[in-house]
C-alpha cells in the first residue's frame, strides 16, 4: 500500500522529492509487510507439526508469539504458587526490549527449524516401535530384552505416561524367557531425565494432590528397578539427568558411550534424591564423591563416573550401539537360572533397605514438590535456560 501511494506521487516535483525523503521509510514499510506475512504463515504452520515439542520450546514460542505481537512484557507477574503462570512470565520477560519484528523473526526462524527436522531425514521414531507403547521401543532377540527411550527430540525426556510404560516393559521382561534386559536412548541423548512438562499443566490449588500421585508413581517407578529378577544393563549412549542416572545404582552392568555425562541436579531444582541413591551412591562412589553429585550438582564424564564405580565399561562413541549390543548378547548366552539365582543371592540382603529408602526419598519429595522454595528453583531454572 505503501508503495502504491508513493507512485502516485511521482507525477508532481513535489511528489517526486517526497518520494525520495520517504523512500527508506517506504522500504521499511515493505520489510515490514513481508516479516508480517512469515509470522502469519508461521503460525498457520504451527499448527500443522506433527510432533509436540517440548515444554521449553513451548515457553520460547509463547514468548515470542506475546513479545511479537504485544511488546516488551510490563505486566504483574503471577503469584508464586501459579507454576504455569510464572513460566510463561518469566519467559517472555526474559526477551527484555527485544523489537517486534525481531521477535517475529526469531519465531519464524523458531517454526521453520522445527518444520525443517520433522521432513528432514532425522525421525521421531528410530526403528519399528512395538505397537504396545507409545514412547519406547521394545524387542526381543537373541535371548535378551532390549528397552529403547524413544523420544530422540525431547532428549528422551520422561513423562507420567512413559514412567508407566518402563514400569510395563520392566515387569513384563522380568516374566518373559529371555536371559537379561537392556535400556538404552535413541537419538543423542540417553535421558534428560524428568521432562519439566509433567509440573506445567498442574493448577496452584491441584499441587499437593499431584504431588502424592507422582510420588506413587515414582515409588511404583523405583521398585520395578528394585524388584527386576534378571541381570539389568544400561547402554547409555549420550548424557543422562536426573531419575535416568540415579537409577543405575540397581543396573546390574552399565556400559557407556565415550560421549555420556552423568548429572543429577537435585539442589538446583530445590529437590532431593531418588532412585534409591541416597543408599546406593555411597555405597558405589564413596560418601564424599557422592555429596559432590547430589547436594552440590557436580556434572560426571564417562571416564570420572567408570574411575568411581557408576560405569562399568566405556565403549568407543563412534560404534557405541554395536559393541554395547554385542556384549549383551555374548551374556545372554549364559546359563537364565544361573544368572537369576547369583543376582539372588547377591542381592537379597538389601532388598528390604533399597524398599526402605525408596518409600523414604518418595515421601520427602512429596513435601519438597508443592513448597515454594522447590518452585522457585525450577522457576529460576527456566528463566535461565531461556535467556
Not at 526403528?127 to 527430540?153: C, E, H, M, W
Not at 529437590?271 to 555405597?283: A, H, I, L, M, V
Request: proline share 3%; glycine share 6%.
Amino acid at each position: 500500500m505503501a508503495f502504491r501511494q508513493s507512485c502516485m506521487l511521482v507525477s508532481s516535483v513535489s511528489g517526486f522529492r517526497s518520494l525520495l525523503s520517504n523512500r527508506s521509510f517506504s522500504v521499511g514499510r515493505m520489510l515490514s509487510s513481508k516479516i508480517d506475512g512469515d509470522f502469519e504463515a508461521a503460525k498457520q504452520r504451527l499448527n500443522t507439526l506433527k510432533n509436540e515439542p517440548g515444554n521449553d520450546v513451548k515457553l520460547q514460542i509463547y514468548a515470542l508469539f506475546k513479545q511479537a505481537t504485544i511488546g516488551a512484557n510490563n505486566t504483574t507477574k503471577p503469584g508464586t504458587f501459579n507454576f504455569v503462570g510464572q513460566a510463561k512470565w518469566n519467559a517472555w520477560n526474559g526477551l527484555g526490549s527485544m523489537s517486534q519484528d525481531e521477535a517475529k523473526e526469531a519465531y519464524v526462524k523458531l517454526i521453520q527449524g522445527m518444520a525443517d527436522a520433522e521432513g528432514g531425514d532425522e525421525m521421531e521414531t528410530v526403528g519399528a516401535a512395538s505397537s504396545d507403547y507409545k514412547n519406547l521401543i521394545v524387542t526381543k532377540q537373541n535371548n535378551f530384552t532390549k528397552i529403547v527411550l524413544n523420544r530422540p527430540t525431547k532428549k528422551n525426556a520422561l513423562t507420567r505416561e512413559m514412567y508407566e510404560e518402563i514400569i510395563v516393559a520392566l515387569t513384563e521382561a522380568g516374566k518373559d524367557e529371555t536371559a537379561v534386559t537392556v535400556i538404552t536412548g535413541a537419538g543423542d541423548y540417553y535421558c534428560s531425565g524428568n521432562d519439566l512438562g509433567n509440573f506445567m499443566t498442574i493448577k496452584p490449588d491441584e499441587m499437593h494432590q499431584v504431588a502424592k500421585e507422582s510420588g506413587d508413581l515414582l515409588r511404583r517407578y523405583v521398585n520395578a528397578y528394585i524388584d527386576f529378577p534378571k541381570p539389568l544393563i544400561a547402554a547409555v549412549n549420550g548424557p543422562a539427568i536426573g531419575v535416568s542416572v540415579t537409577v543405575l545404582g540397581m543396573f546390574d552392568l552399565v556400559l557407556a558411550s565415550e560421549s555420556a555425562t552423568f548429572s543429577t541436579p537435585f539442589s538446583r531444582l530445590g529437590q532431593s534424591p531418588e532412585g534409591c541413591s541416597s543408599y546406593t551412591f555411597p555405597k558405589i562412589m564413596g560418601y564424599a564423591k557422592a555429596c559432590d553429585m547430589m547436594l552440590f550438582n557436580s556434572k560426571l564424564n564417562a571416564t570420572e563416573a567408570k574411575d568411581c564405580g557408576l560405569v562399568t565399561k566405556i565403549l568407543p562413541k563412534a560404534n557405541f550401539e554395536a559393541d554395547a549390543m554385542a556384549a549383551v548378547e555374548e551374556i545372554a548366552k549364559l546359563p537364565v537360572k544361573s544368572l537369576v539365582y547369583s543376582k539372588e543371592l547377591m542381592r537379597n540382603h538389601e532388598i528390604d533397605i533399597l524398599h526402605k529408602t525408596n518409600e523414604a526419598e518418595c515421601d520427602r519429595l512429596v513435601e519438597r514438590w508443592p513448597s515454594e522454595d522447590c518452585i522457585n528453583a525450577v522457576m529460576k531454572f527456566f528463566q535461565e535456560k531461556n535467556k
